[in-house]
């Protein structure tokens, strides 16, 4: 996040971490009509939480995360056809929380118009999908960068939980269309180049180590072609 020095006038990067609490919201599903409404009425932090919680969860494995909704969908229904449709999308293309729901919505809705006989299918009790939802606290970090220098310092030294804080919650949840960090290097740094390499990762390709390692790597590269020339 973007904050004014006092000192200097001068746009320096506060680094934020984040904690999350799962909360049970109290709805289910037991068939794909019931699903279908859940899933649009249900608050932002449940659609996000069904979508991401695997990434919060396994910082050091290889993501592929999987989406709950596809998993149910295939697992207590037998809907593999329609579970391969919601698995498939690809969440990086979503700025918001909102078009990811969307698209989700969409996706099921046509399935069920093609495919009327998914109505009858019904989960056992012990498989109906309970919706929970995600609860952030953000609380600042030390780290504090006000140039280039000091950014890939602090990226050294923040947590997995910074980093996934800046790269994912600031794109979906804050409906930004780009990270936390290229935001911040293009607009106060006008490291417009560097920014746009940031934002071309596909960050749920890596885990967020390798993530972390990656932009480290592509701000060494920056600081040593500038020292170049």
């Known amino acids: 996040m973007i904050q004014l020095s006092k000192k200097n006038n001068e746009k320096a990067f506060r680094f934020y971490t984040r904690f999350h609490l799962r909360v049970l919201t109290g709805l289910k599903a037991t068939n794909i009509e019931e699903l279908l409404v859940l899933i649009k009425k249900v608050p932002g932090s449940s659609i996000y939480y069904h979508t991401h919680h695997f990434l919060q969860k396994h910082k050091h494995i290889s993501?592929?995360?999987?989406?709950?909704f596809a998993f149910?969908?295939?697992?207590?229904?037998?809907?593999?056809?329609?579970?391969?449709k919601v698995a498939s999308i690809d969440t990086v293309k979503y700025h918001s929380?909102?078009?990811?729901?969307n698209e989700i919505v969409r996706l099921i809705e046509d399935y069920i118009?093609?495919?009327?006989?998914?109505?009858?299918?019904?989960?056992?009790?012990?498989?109906?999908?309970h919706f929970i939802k995600s609860i952030s606290f953000i609380v600042p970090t030390p780290y504090v960068a006000k140039d280039l220098?000091?950014?890939?310092?602090?990226?050294?030294?923040?947590?997995?939980d910074s980093i996934y804080f800046h790269i994912f919650e600031a794109r979906l949840r804050l409906e930004m269309?780009?990270?936390?960090?290229?935001?911040?290097?293009?607009t106060a740094l006008m490291e417009v180049e560097l920014a746009g390499k940031i934002t071309a990762l596909d960050p749920y390709t890596y885990t967020m180590e390798d993530l972390r390692k990656k932009i480290i790597a592509l701000v060494e590269e920056r600081l040593?072609?500038?020292?170049?020339k």
């Open 63 to 68: 993501p592929e995360p999987p989406n709950d």
């Open 72 to 84: 149910w969908i295939e697992s207590a229904l037998n809907e593999e056809v329609l579970a391969e």
């Open 97 to 101: 929380i909102r078009s990811l729901r």
């Open 113 to 129: 118009d093609k495919n009327p006989r998914t109505k009858l299918r019904f989960a056992s009790p012990n498989k109906a999908f």
């Open 149 to 160: 220098d000091g950014f890939l310092d602090a990226l050294k030294k923040i947590s997995v």
């Open 177 to 186: 269309e780009t990270n936390d960090f290229s935001f911040w290097l293009g």
């Open 224 to 228: 040593r072609n500038g020292k170049a």
